[in-house]
Every structure is written in structure tokens, then in C-alpha cells.
């Protein structure tokens, strides 16, 4: 059963994996695995890997989600500042989805973040939101470039229109995905975290839509339309290409 506003919910989870783990060791339920060579790895038999969740049912998916992470956390061999946690999330109508892709719910989203345990446990995350640390010749913030933040409303048209400004903290992906791709968290230390991520972003959609901060119905309507027929006629021919993940 899905949620009243979410329908599914997915992560990636980059990180190092000893080479010397067996295939069916690194058979994670629920997951396909990729290797990254974004990733650095400083540990000896480390692989840069990514782990690439299928799409899972919200709310139902999340007991399956943490049962595989915790699987997958006793062959992690290296976690470093090059990795990251993306988590996406896809809606149930299209009209919620322009609802949160507003410059007003990137800026209402950081707070709320800020005032998370996982704000005060977690420096690395810390560093990734203060824009003053993302310098992109530090050889310990390679995720810099990956994770700007968005700074005003043409970034996310460009987004939403042609797919463009997508290393950003937060990315509106619709006609790609359909998702909303949160991109900010780096990479957790542990299975727990990843849940409180989740758990973060999961709850922090439902209750701005709940409480109606968006605007009003009419614009996000509106929005939806334009995105649609300029998808539709200069984007169309990409869009054919376009693998759906549906998360």
C-alpha cells in the first residue's frame, strides 16, 4: 500500500567493498551493485562501488530497505568525504511532485535538517550544507561540484525542463525518473543512519504537504503543464531514450 503522498522510495549507497568477499557476500537483497569511478578508496582491496536500490513501496518498503542495509553494512570495508547516500523518492500525482519542486522547499528542507539528531551526529553532513566548505579543489570535498545548492527558481526549471543543474543538494527530475533525488547526505556509517536519512526525508515530504505550505493548487497546476509541453516539444526525442526507474 502506498503512502497518501508517497508512492516509492529508493537509495544509493556509494562506498568501498573488499575485493576479497565472495559473489553471493555482495548479493544484497533488493539491490543491484555498480562500480563508481567518481569514488576514491584509500583502504587496500577496496572496490569503489555503488549500491543501486529497486524502486520500494512506502511505506511497506522500508522494513525490506533496512533489513538489506544491515546485510549490507557487515561487507562494507571503507566509508570516506567522496561518498555520498542519494535517496529518491517518487509521489503519487504529479501535481504534488511541482508542489515541492519550489526553491521555498530546498530552503524549508535544510532547516528542518538542521534541527535533525542526525545534524548534530553527523559532521560530514554539516560540511556538505555549509556552503562556505564546498571548495572544489579540496582533495577531501570532491563532492563540491556534486552537491550545490540551488539558489534560485531557474535552477530548477532548468531541472524539471531540459535535466540540466542536476548536481544539486535536492533534484527535480521529472521526465527522467519522476523522482525527486536527494542528493545532500554523504555517506552514512552505519545502516542506522541511512534509515534516519530516509526517515528524514520521508517525513519532512509528508509533513509539508500535509500542512499545505506549498503554494496555492492553480500555480503548481499550472507549472505541471508548462513542464509537460516543453517536455513534450523540445525534449521529446531524449525523454524515448530515457530508461524509467520509477523510484
Avoid at 11 to 39: K, M, Q, W
Avoid at 73 to 90: D, F, K, P, R
Wanted: proline letters at 4%; charged letters at 25%.
Amino acid at each position: 500500500m502506498s503512502g497518501l503522498w508517497i508512492d516509492q522510495i529508493g537509495v544509493e549507497v556509494e562506498c568501498g567493498i573488499d575485493d576479497r568477499t565472495t559473489p553471493t557476500e555482495r548479493a544484497i537483497p533488493y539491490f543491484n551493485s555498480v562500480h563508481d569511478g567518481s569514488l576514491r578508496t584509500e583502504k587496500p582491496h577496496a572496490k569503489r562501488i555503488e549500491y543501486v536500490s529497486e524502486p520500494l513501496s512506502y511505506p511497506d518498503g522500508q522494513n525490506r530497505l533496512e533489513g538489506s542495509l544491515n546485510q549490507l553494512y557487515e561487507i562494507i570495508s571503507e566509508i570516506n568525504a567522496s561518498m555520498g547516500l542519494h535517496i529518491h523518492v517518487s509521489l503519487n500525482n504529479d501535481r504534488d511532485y511541482y508542489r515541492l519542486a519550489s526553491l521555498k522547499f530546498h530552503n524549508w528542507f535544510i532547516d528542518r535538517l538542521k534541527d535533525s539528531d542526525l545534524w548534530d551526529t553527523c559532521p560530514r553532513l554539516r560540511k556538505r550544507v555549509r556552503n562556505e566548505d564546498l571548495h572544489p579543489f579540496d582533495p577531501d570535498s570532491t563532492y563540491g561540484y556534486y552537491c550545490r545548492p540551488l539558489e534560485n527558481s531557474w535552477m530548477i526549471d532548468s531541472q524539471l525542463k531540459s535535466r540540466r543543474q542536476k548536481y544539486r543538494r535536492i533534484t527535480f527530475m521529472k521526465g527522467k525518473y519522476d523522482t525527486i533525488e536527494f542528493r545532500l547526505f554523504p555517506a552514512m556509517q552505519s545502516a542506522e543512519d541511512v534509515m534516519n536519512a530516509v526517515n528524514i526525508v520521508t517525513t519532512s515530504i509528508n509533513s509539508y504537504l500535509r500542512q499545505g505550505l506549498y503554494n496555492d493548487t492553480l500555480e503548481a497546476e499550472l507549472t505541471a503543464e508548462s513542464i509537460q509541453n516543453s517536455s513534450e516539444t523540445s525534449y521529446n526525442s531524449t525523454i524515448q531514450e530515457q530508461v524509467n526507474y520509477n523510484v
